[in-house]
């Protein structure tokens, strides 16, 4: 069983920015595709963005150029840096961790951001 426990979520204005961070209770974390999702009042949840085991990276168009995904295989973390905020990325973010080897997903308890003026 895998734990995740997200961190740095809070209120910011528009235009700033924050990191987000999702450390993992495995020291098999390297093996696991990573992932920050987001889900707003009255949506469905969304990929934001992903990193594989290999270090390849994919983003939701709507974050392209602003955020950033990276690993620490070393510390068991995963990374979403997020800049030039904007109200519409106001949601509670989700790290999820996915094994290409079991097909099991996991999930951490999620954090709140709020951009805001």
């Known amino acids: 069983q895998v734990q995740l426990v997200e961190s740095g979520g809070g209120l910011v204005q528009p235009g700033g920015s924050l990191r987000l961070s999702c450390a993992a209770s495995e020291s098999i974390f390297r093996t696991y595709n990573m992932g920050w999702y987001r889900q707003a009042p009255g949506k469905q949840r969304e990929l934001v963005a992903a990193i594989s085991s290999g270090g390849s990276t994919n983003y939701a168009d709507s974050v392209k150029g602003r955020f950033t995904i990276s690993r620490d295989n070393a510390k068991n973390t995963v990374y979403l840096q997020m800049n030039s905020l904007k109200p519409d990325d106001t949601a509670v973010y989700y790290c999820?961790?996915?094994?290409?080897?079991?097909?099991?997903?996991?999930w951490g308890q999620g954090t709140q951001v709020t951009v805001s003026l």
């Open positions: 999820n961790a996915h094994s290409p080897y079991s097909g099991l997903h996991y």
